[in-house]
T-cell receptor, first 114, second 115 residues
Framework: ETGVTQTPRHLVMGMTNKKSLKCEQHLGHNAMYWYKQSAKKPLELMFVYNFKEQTENNSVPSRFSPECPNSSHLFLHLHTLQPEDSALYLC?????????????FGSGTQLSVL | KQEVTQIPAALSVPEGENLVLNCSFTDSAIYNLQWFRQDPGKGLTSLLLIQSSQREQTSGRLNASLDKSSGRSTLYIAASQPGDSATYLCAVEEGTGGGADGLTFGKGTHLIIQP
């Protein structure tokens, strides 16, 4: 266990559905991240939250909506997704400061959009 | 835009061999570099983190080196074991540091250690 828990592990949804991914960290970190991992592509940073404030939105389509109610919880709300959004969505957390410390990742949510 | 390249994309070696995985990055203005391991269908586990002012880091049978000026890093695995089979990812932090910009990843090296 890395101390970062993601639910659900697997999700299948239609293009008209609305669903949410959840991430929780028990490490006392102040920063949380969403990454997307597609087949044969590098991990892509989606969103960064530092002390609950969003500091990065890496040109992500508006059909992905993040929410960070506190430093321990992070959500990714999904609506009207496209089949090309099928991927492994990974949450991570870390301490931040002058330099980024090690990132701790959850096991991910494998998303399939039909 | 920073690009991270990992060579080889895949590697299969017999158990017991020492091996080297390579990582290169296009913009040498990085703050640190991390090596991760990913098992199939799982998240990533951080193996080693090298700050930009450092040359290498060691953990057990793993040794990572960093040559910032040439934009290169290597991950050396000594006495490989079947349990080392996984995908190894290299990632750099750039920008203003502090984690605000996240990491830029390579596509990884898929490593298989044959028993």
């Amino acid at each position: 266990e890395t101390g970062v828990t993601q639910t659900p592990r697997h999700l299948v949804m239609g293009m008209t559905n609305k669903k949410s991914l959840k991430c929780e960290q028990h490490l006392g970190h102040n920063a949380m991240y969403w990454y997307k991992q597609s087949a044969k592509k590098p991990l892509e940073l989606m969103f960064v939250y530092n002390f609950k404030e969003q500091t990065e939105n890496n040109s992500v389509p508006s059909r992905f909506s993040p929410e960070c109610p506190n430093s321990s919880h992070l959500f990714l709300h999904l609506h009207t997704l496209q089949p090309e959004d099928s991927a492994l969505y990974l949450c991570a957390s870390s301490h931040t400061g002058p330099f980024l410390e090690k990132l701790f990742f959850g096991s991910g949510t494998q998303l399939s959009v039909l | 835009k920073q690009e991270v390249t990992q060579i080889p994309a895949a590697l299969s070696v017999p158990e017991g061999e020492n091996l080297v995985l390579n990582c290169s990055f296009t913009d040498s203005a990085i703050y640190n570099l991390q090596w991760f391991r990913q098992d199939p269908g799982k998240g990533l586990t951080s193996l080693l983190l090298i700050q930009s002012s450092q040359r290498e880091q060691t953990s057990g049978r793993l040794n990572a080196s960093l040559d910032k000026s040439s934009g290169r890093s290597t991950l050396y695995i000594a006495a490989s074991q079947p349990g080392d089979s996984a995908t190894y990812l290299c990632a750099v932090e750039e920008g203003t540091g502090g984690g605000a910009d996240g990491l830029t990843f390579g596509k990884g090296t898929h490593l298989i250690i044959q028993p």
